[in-house]
C-alpha cells in the first residue's frame, strides 16, 4: 500500500494526484506547522480505511514493533541521529555516511524541524524518549 510506504519512508503528506494547487499549498502549511495531513479522499477508496486500521492494529499488537515505523525521520536523518548522539561532529559525521558536511547541515536542519527542537541534544532526547534510539551499556547510542 502506497500510504504506508510513504509515512514508513518519512512522508509528512499524502495526498491524491487529482488535488487541487490550493489543496496542496494548504497541506504544505501545514506540513510546516508540524502537522501530517491525509487528503481525505485516500480513504476513500474501497478497502484503504480497512487496511490501514488493520496494518496498525497489527502493529500494535506485535511484540517487535519497530519504532522507525513511527519515526517522522528518514532512516538516513536517524543515521545523522545517531552518529550526533555519539558526539560526533558534522565534519566526522559526513566521512563516516559518506555524504558532504553541508548534507549533514541540511539532514540536522530536518530534523531538528520535524522534531520541533531547537538543538542536537533535544532531537537525542526525543530519539531516546520515542525508543528510535537506544542507550546501551557503557552510554554509547544506537538506532534500534
Do not use: C
Amino acid at each position: 500500500m502506497r500510504i504506508l510506504d510513504a509515512v514508513r519512508a518519512g512522508a509528512a503528506a499524502f495526498l491524491t494526484k487529482d488535488g487541487s494547487g490550493p489543496e496542496l499549498l494548504a497541506a504544505i502549511g501545514r506540513v510546516a506547522r508540524g502537522e501530517y495531513p491525509i487528503n481525505d479522499r485516500v480513504v476513500e477508496y474501497p478497502g484503504v480505511a480497512t487496511r490501514l486500521l488493520g496494518q496498525f492494529r497489527d502493529l500494535g499488537t506485535a511484540n517487535d514493533v519497530d519504532p522507525e515505523i513511527f519515526s517522522p525521520l528518514t532512516p538516513r536523518e536517524l543515521g545523522v541521529l545517531e552518529a550526533a548522539a555519539s558526539g560526533q561532529a558534522n565534519k566526522e559525521i559526513g566521512r563516516a555516511l559518506g555524504i558532504s558536511d553541508q548534507t549533514v547541515k541540511n539532514h540536522m536542519t530536518s530534523i531538528l524541524r520535524k522534531l520541533a527542537v531547537n538543538d542536537r541534544t533535544q532531537a537525542v532526547m526525543q530519539g531516546l524518549r520515542h525508543g528510535w534510539l537506544k542507550l546501551e551499556e557503557g552510554g554509547d547510542v544506537r538506532q534500534r
